[in-house]
């Protein structure tokens, strides 16, 4: 019986683990975890969306996404590069930082993003029926605390934004 309660709490914690994991991934120094991410959101979508391209694009670095049945509607991933460290005067470069911006599109297309990364006892109809904005704060494992949103912006379009505390 003790042997059974070790194995339950080691794989409660494991899962826990992956989880934290899975949103302090939303900044990285890595652009193999931000196309990673993006992956995720668009793969999980309702509808099918395909990779289009990724690069820098209005000071943010985006992550583009076309619907296979419609090649007008895209979802784009944006996240803030930040050079971490860097110092001009002494021509410091830093290190290029990543943070999770936001995401624009459809709720089915975007909800499972957020149940996954921010907050997994979401709840699809809750939100969409009723609530129409909901908020959720994570402290990442360098200490920083971020505001998700998850926000109706009219005709079906929802936003999912980050936002630093």
Known sequence: MKRISLVLIAIVISIAGVFAQKYNDLITTDLTVVKRISDSLALNAKRKFIFDHEGMAFGKYAVVYTNVSDSKENIAIMFKRIM????????????????????????????????????????????????????????????????????????????????KQ
């Open 84 to 163: 971490v460290g860097s110092n001009d005067a002494l021509e410091i470069k830093g290190t290029p930082t990543y943070y999770f911006d936001y995401v624009i599109g459809n709720f089915l297309d975007i909800f499972p993003f957020w149940k996954s990364f921010i907050d997994n006892n979401a709840n699809s109809e809750l939100i969409a029926s009723g609530r129409k904005m909901v908020t959720k704060e994570l402290v990442f494992s360098n200490g920083e605390k971020y505001l998700f949103t998850f926000l109706d912006t009219g005709n079906n379009n929802w936003r999912l934004y980050s936002r």
